[in-house]
């Protein structure tokens, strides 16, 4: 179905076009200057030391567990408000997930105060999820990290160039992870990044990512080496440089994007200001931030009243979208027998609007009229 108003735009043009024409042309297309270029851009973007491009954000939080230390019958908490990936990756170094709720209706990130109850002897690290690019509480969970000698990694993959207290998300655990999603604010359809301030990390993470090589087929083209070892097991983590070149243009497109995206959140609270039926998160949120989506969640209300109001939604053209079914309620982990009374609620409740910088004030108010409509 076309909608008259997507869930999200590209925000390419023909610089990406131009950009990945030029890698095709210089006949290098696997990992190589484009992505030795994305990554440097990338840390100095996010103030941060270390930058990795990776063939995606789930590559990323592996890495980052591996990275860490956590194995088999270690123990992770992790939100449930998130896409699978922030669970699974837990998952795959034999770990056990442990869930935890989120703050509130009103901030949908994973609450402090439950996360240190639910801290055990087998806890070895947290994984926090930037809920559309909005900061979880990171002072707090800093302190109790330190507190029970806990690895802190960041999904920020919707929160490229989101703050917190000054400094970048992303930037502030151990490992910070980024998305490069077709709908997510950085795209090149797939990728990632992982981001450290840890030289050791950084080290064991290149190895990593290319099958535990010493050395990368570019360098070796170029005559920097001649012969490789293979000195742990490792993936096929890699990005390529059709990807990177696309990437490269996207991170200068950011910042101008963001701040339309702001004007975008701007005109959504200004028509919704007056809705009582329904709660807008992180509505009193001073941090810039990503906006990478606009979630409102139903007050008093339940999964068939929200279905039938997206339903509604879809009829009249607009798209719109549910992050995110509860993790912890898949089939997969329901043996975890969690019990996330706020999480279930918004994962029943949410709705996604439209959210993009080349949303029009008119399209705004349609899509908000249509939805006090529904209200009714």
């Not at 992050?323 to 027998?337: G, L, N, V």
Request: proline fraction near 3%; include cysteine.
């Amino acid at each position: 179905m076309k909608y008259k108003i997507p869930l999200f735009d590209l925000n390419f043009d023909r610089r990406e076009q131009d950009a990945v024409i030029k890698t095709l042309k210089s006949k290098w297309i696997s990992t190589g200057p484009r992505t030795a270029e994305l990554e440097e851009n990338f840390s100095k973007l996010l103030d941060v030391r270390y930058s990795l491009a990776l063939s995606n954000c789930t590559a990323g939080l592996h890495m980052s567990l591996l990275l860490l230390g956590i194995r088999e019958k270690d123990e992770v908490i992790v939100p449930s408000l998130t896409f699978a990936a922030t669970v699974n990756c837990v998952m795959y170094v034999g770990a056990t997930p442990v869930f935890c709720d989120i703050k509130s209706l009103d901030d949908l990130t994973i609450d402090p105060v439950k996360l240190e109850s639910l801290i055990t002897k087998k806890t070895r690290a947290v994984i926090v999820m930037h809920y559309a690019g909005f900061p979880c509480d990171m002072k707090a969970i800093i302190k109790i990290a330190k507190k029970y000698c806990l690895k802190i990694i960041e999904d920020s993959c919707h929160a490229p160039l989101s703050e917190y207290n000054g400094k970048k998300l992303g930037t502030l655990g151990d490992a910070g992870c980024f998305s490069f999603f077709s709908n997510k604010n950085i795209s090149t359809g797939e990728g990632g990044m992982i981001v450290t301030n840890d030289e050791d990390i950084f080290n064991r993470a290149k190895l990593l990512r290319s099958h535990g090589m010493t050395s990368l087929s570019y360098e070796r083209s170029k005559g920097h080496v001649t012969e490789y070892d293979v000195i742990q097991v490792g993936y096929n983590n890699r990005m390529d440089d059709i990807r990177a070149s696309i990437g490269i243009v996207q991170l200068k497109k950011l910042k101008a994007d963001l701040v339309k995206r702001k004007k975008v959140r701007e005109y959504y609270k200004n028509f919704l200001s007056q809705v009582r039926d329904i709660i807008i998160p992180f509505a009193d949120s001073k941090e810039f931030v990503s906006n990478y989506i606009f979630p409102v969640v139903l007050k008093d209300s339940d999964s068939k009243k929200r279905d039938y109001i997206r339903s509604g939604l879809s009829k009249k053209g607009i798209q719109s979208s549910v992050h995110y079914p509860a993790a912890h309620r898949f089939s997969i982990y329901k043996k975890y027998k969690s019990k996330l009374p706020l999480t279930e609620y918004v994962s029943d409740n949410e709705i996604t609007l439209p959210m993009f910088g080349a949303l029009t004030r008119n399209k705004i108010e349609y899509i908000t009229d249509s939805l006090k409509e529904m209200l009714k």
